[in-house]
């Protein structure tokens, strides 16, 4: 087998946020060992890699981007593989989407992943930045990774070589000198709970998401981390009065002032100065640096 390689997608086809150019190529893998041949095929294509699940967390720049899509393999799971402590031990692929997870651990009774109800992407992606709603994180359940990174190839790697913090999921050991991985499946310890409570939670949490995020609009979730514990970054922009501020067809959301919406012909370089000015205007108000929290991909 070998990798399979297409033209380049325009990555504002590709993502929630709806900006971006065209990439260079897009790459898959069949089987475990053609992973092995991607560093290569990076070089030939003269591009940096660009892991994408749902593109639900990213900022991609308009223009042409010297960038490969590096696609995970195609769906598999989610099933029980095992248990462990009483819990349950359920494996699944990267690019199987966090909401259809999350539909089949309530029918089946396995708590712990509920509070992610509501969040679009892919469980790759999920994991890759240790996604978190209402006080549930993907870390918390997450007991082995499978991974590609070229210095160890493809392997699974336990829960003493990767930690995962605050929207961040970062592997240790050979793997952590890489400029890149690709995660291709993962595995969750899961409690015996019930479907009736699981779904009701999910419900909640839903409808919460729904009254205060706007989840319906072309947006990559909130732009900027949470400068400190309890201090929403939101609360902060919104105090300095950036809810609904807008430049082009790109503004700062009226529901929740962390999420930069794109309302028709979004273009990049709006949104990164818009950030810019919610940078400076919470830095001169608070005192608070904003970090962002998507992954601006593309960029000079
Ligand atoms: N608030 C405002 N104005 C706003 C936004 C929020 O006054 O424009 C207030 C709210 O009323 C509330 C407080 O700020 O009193 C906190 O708001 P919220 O519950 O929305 O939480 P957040 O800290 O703003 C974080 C995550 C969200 C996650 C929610 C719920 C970050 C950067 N954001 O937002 O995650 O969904 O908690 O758990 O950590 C994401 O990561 O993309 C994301 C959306």
């Given at each position: 087998?070998a990798?399979?390689?297409?033209k380049?997608?325009?990555?504002?086809?590709?993502?929630?946020?709806r900006?971006?150019?065209?990439?260079l190529?897009?790459?898959?893998?069949r089987?475990?060992?053609?992973?092995d041949?991607?560093?290569k095929?990076?070089?030939r294509l003269?591009?940096?890699p660009?892991?994408l699940?749902?593109g639900?967390?990213?900022?991609a720049?308009?223009g042409?981007?010297?960038?490969?899509v590096v696609n995970p393999?195609?769906?598999?799971?989610?099933a029980p593989?095992?248990?462990?402590e009483?819990?349950?031990?359920?494996r699944?692929?990267?690019?199987?989407r966090?909401?259809?997870?999350l539909a089949?651990?309530?029918s089946?009774g396995l708590?712990?992943l509920?509070?992610?109800?509501?969040?679009?992407?892919?469980?790759?992606?999920?994991?890759?930045m240790?996604?978190?709603?209402?006080?549930?994180?993907?870390?918390?359940?997450?007991?082995?990774?499978?991974?590609?990174?070229?210095?160890?190839g493809?392997g699974?790697i336990?829960?003493?070589?990767?930690?995962?913090?605050?929207r961040?999921f970062?592997?240790?050991g050979?793997?952590?000198?890489?400029?890149?991985?690709?995660?291709?499946e993962?595995?969750?310890t899961?409690?015996?709970?019930s479907?009736e409570?699981?779904r009701k939670?999910?419900?909640e949490?839903?409808?919460r998401?729904?009254?205060?995020?706007p989840?319906r609009?072309a947006s990559?979730?909130?732009v900027?981390?949470?400068?400190?514990?309890?201090?929403?970054?939101?609360?902060?922009?919104?105090?300095?009065?950036?809810k609904?501020?807008?430049l082009?067809?790109m503004a700062?959301?009226e529901?929740?002032a962390?999420f930069l919406?794109?309302?028709?012909q979004?273009?990049s370089?709006h949104a990164?100065?818009?950030m810019?000015i919610?940078?400076?205007v919470?830095?001169?108000k608070?005192?608070h640096?904003l970090?962002?929290?998507?992954?601006?991909?593309?960029?000079s």
């Open positions: 087998m990798l399979v390689i297409e380049g997608p325009t990555l504002r086809e590709r993502t929630t946020l900006l971006g150019g065209r990439t190529a897009e790459v898959g893998a089987t475990d060992a053609d992973w041949e991607l560093p095929a990076l070089e003269g591009g940096r660009l892991v699940g749902w639900s967390n990213i900022l720049c308009d042409e981007l010297p960038l490969v393999p195609a769906p598999v799971g989610p593989v095992g248990t462990r009483g819990a349950i031990v359920v699944v692929g990267a690019s199987v966090l909401p259809l997870l089949w651990t309530a089946k708590a712990g509920e509070g992610l109800a509501g969040i679009p992407g892919t469980v790759g992606g999920a994991v890759a240790n996604a978190g709603s209402y006080g549930c994180e993907v870390g918390q359940c997450l007991s082995r990774v499978k991974l590609f990174s070229p210095s160890t493809v699974w336990e829960s003493d070589l990767f930690t995962c913090a605050y961040s970062a592997v240790l050979p793997a952590a000198r890489d400029s890149f991985r690709v995660i291709l993962v595995e969750f899961l409690m015996v709970g479907p409570l699981l939670v999910m419900k949490c839903l409808a998401k729904t009254a205060t995020q989840v609009a990559a979730g909130c900027f981390r949470n400068p400190a514990p309890g201090v929403s970054a939101g609360r902060l922009m919104d105090q300095a009065g950036l609904g501020r807008s082009g067809g700062f959301s529901l929740h962390n919406v794109n309302t028709g979004g273009r370089e990164l100065e818009l810019d919610a940078r400076r919470v830095r001169e608070f005192g640096e970090e962002t929290e998507v992954e601006v991909v593309g960029c």
